[in-house]
């Protein structure tokens, strides 16, 4: 036996615990918390609406931000469902007809943003996104989100 060197004989070894440092605990728990979420966008929108339904007792201010934020984007959808204009009516876009396209100001972004653009055409977002779906509109597309140049604008104007 190799061991009889020492006068020790060990017939089984058992490991009945194993200690990490609390440090590789933490990232462990919280790395196995993230793969239990799944789908981190829609856990930090349960959260969001768990918060809501609680109203003042555990809400809080972002609570009642996201309220008023989740009721003007309601009032919006609700509105170009029907088919009207989703931008705030002022009194020189009441002066004019929401039809008839306003030219780029020279003051605009280069690079606007679907509302951005229905601002300047003075129509609704819905009709940028479909232009820009159907190609009559040219943009550019970068992640989710769509840019459009002032110059593209300018050649939709001139078809």
């Known amino acids: 036996m190799p061991n009889a060197k020492y006068g020790l004989e060990i017939p089984s070894f058992i490991v009945e ?4 440092p609390a440090e590789v ?3 462990i728990d919280k790395r196995s918390s993230m793969a ?3 789908n981190l966008n829609d856990y930090v929108k349960f959260q969001m609406a768990e918060g809501m339904g ?18 003007l984007a309601m009032g919006q959808q609700m509105m170009a469902a029907m088919g009207g204009n989703t ?3 002022s009194p020189a876009s009441l002066a004019q007809p929401a039809s008839a396209p306003v ?7 280069e690079l606007l943003s679907p509302a951005d653009a229905a601002k300047v055409l003075g129509v609704a977002e819905a009709d940028v996104m479909a232009a820009l779906g159907d190609g009559s509109l040219k943009g ?7 840019r459009i140049t002032r110059g593209a604008i300018d050649e939709f104007l001139k078809t």
Not at 17 to 20: C, D
Not at 103 to 109: F, I, L, S
Not at 140 to 146: D, F, N, Y
């Open 17 to 20: 615990n194993v200690s990490l």
């Open 25 to 27: 605990e933490q990232a």
């Open 36 to 38: 239990a979420v799944g």
């Open 54 to 71: 609680k109203g003042d007792a555990g809400g809080g201010m972002a609570a009642s931000a996201a309220q008023l934020g989740a009721g």
């Open 87 to 89: 931008s705030a009516a």
């Open 103 to 109: 030219a780029a100001a020279p003051g605009a972004p």
């Open 140 to 146: 550019k597309k970068i992640g989710t989100a769509w």
